[in-house]
């Protein structure tokens, strides 16, 4: 009888590994170091849900809308048709890194706006006046490299 629960118990261990393989599917950025990390957030105070960068030293994210098709995006499960397209609220970035946003698509629709932090992650839960639901585009670089 004690061989038989083993033999379950391995046979669940293995299905629940298998289950959690996708590369990009994870239930939360304990994956990581925050640091290395950018996080962006459906609504403010980082509710809702969320979508990860990390991975290279340099991500360009030309299109919010086919954002979860980045190589270097993770994502909740079932998320991965999700239109990040004007619907970010907050942002969590990484000591590490500098984000610069845009408005519209490839980097466009006037000046953009850099989130850079000085010393330790930066958590802006809730976007500059204008902000709000409007981002379509981002770069990603080293916190001393920031995009222009
Ligand atoms: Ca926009």
């Known amino acids: 009888m004690k061989n038989l629960f083993l033999i379950f ?70 998320q991965e048709s999700y239109n990040w397209n004007d619907k970010i609220s907050s942002i969590m970035i990484g000591k590490n890194k500098c984000l610069t946003v845009w408005k519209d698509t490839n980097y466009g629709g006037g000046d953009p706006y850099t989130f850079k932090p000085s010393g330790s992650d930066k958590h802006v839960y809730r976007l500059p006046s204008g902000w709000g639901d409007k981002i379509s585009s981002a770069k990603i670089r080293p916190v001393d490299n920031c995009a222009k």
Do not use: W
């Open 9 to 78: 118990s391995v046979a669940a261990l293995f299905l629940f590994i298998s289950g959690s393989t996708d590369k990009n599917s994870y239930s939360s950025y304990s994956e990581l170091s925050s640091a290395d990390m950018v996080v962006f957030h459906e609504h403010t105070n980082y509710g809702g849900k969320q979508i990860r960068f990390y991975g290279a030293s340099d991500i360009d994210i030309p299109k919010f809308s086919e954002a979860t098709n980045n190589k270097n995006a993770h994502y909740d499960s079932g």
